[in-house]
């Protein structure tokens, strides 16, 4: 069983940043790819950034030059620096991981919120 703990998560004024780590526990496996998901009240769950087995990566187009995606594969960890906040960013935010065996897992979620 694998599980994925989301932190970092919290209050910041627009303009400011904020870390997301994810971690996975479990046993040995293998991940094809990685990402951060974000659901703000009363909208559906949408993409914010992804990372592949290749390193390739993808953002939305509204965090697009704010926020960095990165992994650390030795510890199967996954980060999401988030600069130049907006209002507009406040969501609960999931980490994904598509594993082998498992296919995709999801944390339970850390709360971003973005207000003066």
């Known amino acids: 069983q694998v599980q994925l703990v989301e932190s970092g998560g919290g209050l910041v004024q627009p303009g400011g940043s904020l870390r997301l780590s994810c971690a996975a526990s479990?046993?040995?496996?293998?991940?094809?790819?990685m990402g951060w998901y974000r659901q703000a009240p009363g909208k559906e769950r949408e993409l914010v950034a992804l990372?592949?087995?290749?390193?390739?990566?993808n953002y939305a187009g509204t965090v697009k030059g704010r926020f960095t995606i990165s992994r650390d594969s030795a510890n199967n960890a996954l980060y999401l620096q988030m600069n130049s906040l907006k209002p507009e960013d406040t969501a609960v935010y999931y980490c994904?991981?598509?594993?082998?065996?498992?296919?995709?897992?999801w944390g339970k979620g850390t709360l971003v919120t973005v207000s003066s």
């Open positions: 479990g046993s040995a496996f293998i991940i094809h790819y």
């Open positions: 994904n991981f598509n594993i082998n065996v498992y296919g995709d897992v």
């Open positions: 990372i592949r087995g290749d390193l390739s990566i």
